[in-house]
């Protein structure tokens, strides 16, 4: 049981490139979310999806978009990358509305020269 | 504006000692108080949660106090070992809606031989 898998691992961009960060579950979950951590900053939430076909912006969501794909997939994109998004990136899953915990995955470690 | 408020930012304890951290929140409809562990290189992991209407949740070496009319919870590692070296969040949320997650920045704690 993979839960929250997240690639790619590790990137490094040069400033002004695009790229797409993926994360999949596999635990049939309604809701997740896209978070970024900064050291000293905690985890923010960029983006989050509560159910399939419907996406809302957190607190940090200027430069980024994404794609619920489908139950299983969202999708994080960086359209033109600044050095202000290197960080790493997190992935987590929920079932929506319940007593359950968030999920994550072992994250996205993103360089932007 | 930073929802739930951690500290201390960094934590070092000998073996065998108490580790202590504490987070305060300001929003009252919070009803969900978990604390997340993560270890180097890895997501973070649910730990152990309470709700308001209990003063002090216990698993194993792990407890949580709550303290509901300070507005104010913390974590305490009791006997703490190597092992525990690890970043932990405290969090809130409210029961309704879509659930998003108010994370603190995290304390870094390292328990030494």
């Known amino acids: 049981n993979a839960g929250v898998t997240q690639t790619p691992k590790f990137q490094v961009l040069k400033t002004g490139q695009s790229m797409t960060l993926q994360c999949a579950q596999d635990m049939n979950h309604n809701s997740m979310y896209w978070y970024r951590q900064d050291p000293g900053m905690g985890l923010r939430l960029i983006y989050y999806?509560?159910?399939?076909?419907?996406?809302d912006k957190g607190e940090v969501p200027n430069g980024y978009n994404v794609s619920r794909l489908n139950k299983r997939e969202f999708s994080l994109r960086l359209e033109s990358a600044a050095p202000s998004q290197t960080s790493v990136y997190f992935c987590a899953s929920r079932e929506y509305n319940s007593n359950q915990p968030q999920h994550f995955g072992d994250g996205t470690r993103l360089s932007i020269l | 504006q930073q929802q739930v408020k951690q500290s201390p930012q960094s934590l070092i304890v000998q073996k065998g000692g108490i580790s202590i951290i504490n987070c305060a929140y300001e929003n009252t409809a919070f009803d969900y108080f978990p604390w997340y562990q993560q270890f180097p290189g890895k997501g973070p992991a649910l730990l152990i949660a309470i709700r308001p209407d209990v003063s002090e949740k216990k698993e194993g070496r792990f407890t949580i106090s709550f303290n509901k009319s300070a507005k104010q919870f913390s974590l305490h590692i009791m006997d703490s070992q190597p092992g525990d070296s690890a970043t932990y969040f405290c969090a809130a949320r409210t029961s309704y809606g879509n659930n998003r997650l108010a994370f603190g920045k995290g304390n870094q704690v390292v328990v030494i031989p």
């Open positions: 999806s509560a159910s399939e076909g419907t996406t």
